[in-house]
Nanobody, 122 residues
Framework: QVQLVESGGGLVQAGGSLRLSCAASGRTFSRYAMGWFRQAPGKEREFVAGISWSGGNTYYANSVKGRFTISRDNAKNTAYLQMNSLKPEDTAVYYC???????????????WGQGTQVTVSS
């Protein structure tokens, strides 16, 4: 497992942008697929975006496709989520996760960060 720490959340107006970062500890970061999930109050945690260990494959939830971009820098042990054209319905706690399988389910990921709050005002 790896230890993950998210940063970059905050309050932004609708239409604005934020960039989330996920810093990983350990030397095995490049072995893991990475994912971003979010959880709004009263709702289940949902998949947002994922990236393969090499960064060669990325995939997104339909709700964010075309607005969000996931990327990673294995030399810096960091994954990113660039969020553009934010909407109030994007408001949630965002979590990064690491797993050996590039999936979309919570169960596909073994390590989780503590989460960072993203609030989009209308």
């Amino acid at each position: 497992q790896v230890q993950l720490v998210e940063s970059g959340g905050g309050l932004v107006q609708a239409g604005g942008s934020l960039r989330l970062s996920c810093a990983a500890s350990g030397r095995t970061f490049s072995r893991y697929a990475m994912g971003w999930f979010r959880q709004a109050p009263g709702k289940e945690r949902e998949f947002v975006a994922g990236i393969s260990w090499s960064g060669g494959n990325t995939y997104y939830a339909n709700s964010v496709k075309g607005r969000f971009t996931i990327s990673r820098d294995n030399a810096k042990n960091t994954a990113y989520l660039q969020m553009n054209s934010l909407k109030p319905e994007d408001t949630a706690v965002y979590y990064c996760a690491a797993g050996l399988v590039a999936g979309t389910r919570v169960a596909d990921f073994d390590s989780w960060g503590q989460g960072t709050q993203v609030t989009v005002s209308s």
